[in-house]
Each structure stands twice: as structure tokens, then as C-alpha cells.
């Protein structure tokens, strides 16, 4: 069953949003060593890695411990203003004392049928023998309903084997990389960070409306075990 919890403005939200963070990563590191988080792109994730970078939550994560994953990635140089893994390497990363070797990003700069499949070889060999379990994967919603990259209408929305995809998305006639539903579903922890007015229309289709994934592809995200947690704020909830 999902959780939705509502705070007053997105600084309120990325600072709980921090702990939650810190929470799981405790858990996770307590119980199995080490804490997988995936991250999102996109403007209200960034918050949140802002936080994660400052006091007090910089020093409450073991980052020695930490294993950094992408949820999606577009098909650019990691150095490119476009690129997921360099909007949370200049918000999170260079911040924290986390292990290059522990930070796994999609190459966004190769061939996206090679870029998908790399990173899907890097997941089976660190999950191996296990399936995909994510300790915590964080996503956004776009206003068409699009989540990681997973745009309505889209072939990886169908996708019921692979890891993670290569998704060609006509609205912005480009490539995008993706984890695939089955992956994402299989987390321990799902995090939607939600903020703003312009969010509420769709946050109350993909919440409350009919189960349309085609059309909302973040209703596709349904965790077979794990916790779902919609962390929003109440512009963006003022719909529901
Ligand atoms: C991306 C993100 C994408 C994002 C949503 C919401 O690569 O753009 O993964 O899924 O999370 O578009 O972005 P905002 O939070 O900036 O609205």
C-alpha cells in the first residue's frame, strides 16, 4: 500500500526526504554491509542531494559503504548539463566521500543498445547471485506521468525481462536509458519526490485515477515486496 506524505514546501520535503535517506541507508548498511541507492535526474531530486552534501546528513551516511546507481540516464557525455550523473556529481557527489569505484553510472556517451546492456552486466555481477533488490531507488514524475525514463507509449514500459533498457522517446525525439519496471519494482524502498502546482493534476491521475500505465507510466511502479513512498509537497498534493 502507498504511503503519501505531505510537507509544507519542497525545503521541508528535501530535508525529510535527507532523513529518510539516512534512515535506510542505517538499515540497510546495519543489516547487509552495504546500502544501494538509486538515483533520479530532474530538478526536485536535486534538493534533496543538496541536502544530502551539507550538515547534518552528510556525516550520517557511511558513504565507505554506499553503492550510487542511476534509475535513468539520457544519452549524453556524463560531462554534458544534460546528464543525471552530472547534475548529482556536482549536487551529492564531489560533496561525500563515497568510493569512485562505488559509484556505478549508465554511459550515456556509448551507443544506447551497448550502454543498456553494460549496465545490465554491472547489476547481474553486483547483485549476482541474487535478483536486483535495491535497498532504496528514488524517482520523480514528470507532468505527462513519465517516471525515470519511462514515457507513455514507450517500448520499455513492456519490457518484462531486461534490466534496463534503451527507450526511444518520439515527444523528445531522443534515446533515453532506463531500469525497467520489473527492476524497479523489486526494491526494498521506492521514493517519488513531488513538488509544485504544475504536479498536482497528474499526481491525482497517477494516485487516484484509473490504472491507465500506458498513458501514466509511474503507475506501473507497484513494489512486489518493498515500501512506496510519495513524498510531496502541498502544491503538489492540493488535488488530492
Ligand atoms: C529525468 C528524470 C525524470 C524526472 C522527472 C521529474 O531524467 O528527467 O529521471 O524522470 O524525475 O522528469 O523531474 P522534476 O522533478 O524536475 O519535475
Redesign the pocket.
Known amino acids: 500500500m502507498a504511503e503519501i506524505v505531505r510537507y509544507t514546501d519542497a525545503e521541508a520535503l528535501a530535508r525529510a526526504a535527507a532523513q529518510q535517506v539516512v534512515l535506510l541507508a542505517q538499515q540497510a548498511i546495519s543489516t547487509r554491509g552495504h546500502f544501494s541507492i538509486v538515483l533520479?535526474?530532474?530538478?526536485?531530486?536535486?534538493m534533496l542531494y543538496e541536502a544530502l552534501a551539507r550538515l547534518p546528513f552528510r556525516d550520517q551516511i557511511d558513504w565507505q559503504n554506499t553503492h550510487v546507481f542511476w534509475?535513468?540516464?539520457?544519452c549524453v557525455p556524463p560531462d554534458h548539463a544534460d546528464s543525471?550523473y552530472h547534475m548529482a556529481h556536482k549536487a551529492l557527489l564531489t560533496h561525500v566521500p563515497v568510493d569512485t569505484k562505488q559509484i556505478h553510472r549508465l554511459r550515456g556517451e556509448d551507443a544506447p543498445d551497448l550502454a543498456a546492456s553494460t549496465y545490465e552486466t554491472a547489476l547481474k555481477r553486483f547483485f549476482a547471485p541474487q535478483s536486483p533488490q535495491f535497498d532504496l531507488i528514488l524517482?520523480?514524475?514528470?507532468?505527462d506521468g513519465?517516471?525515470?525514463?519511462l514515457f507513455p507509449g514507450t517500448t520499455a514500459l513492456h519490457e518484462e525481462t531486461r534490466w534496463v533498457a534503451a527507450n526511444y522517446v518520439p515527444k523528445l525525439a531522443a534515446w533515453?536509458l532506463t531500469l525497467t519496471p520489473h527492476v524497479i519494482n523489486q526494491a526494498a524502498a521506492i521514493v517519488f519526490?513531488?513538488?509544485?502546482e504544475g504536479?498536482a493534476d497528474i499526481l491525482r491521475e497517477v494516485v487516484h485515477g484509473p490504472y491507465q500505465p500506458e498513458l501514466y507510466p509511474a503507475q506501473r511502479i507497484e513494489p512486489e515486496t518493498g515500501r512506496l513512498i510519495w513524498m510531496v509537497d502541498e502544491a503538489a498534493a492540493s488535488l488530492l
Open positions: 533520479s535526474g530532474g530538478s526536485t531530486p536535486r534509475g535513468d540516464e539520457r543525471n524517482l520523480g514524475l514528470g507532468d513519465h517516471t525515470a525514463s533515453r519526490l513531488v513538488v509544485g504536479k
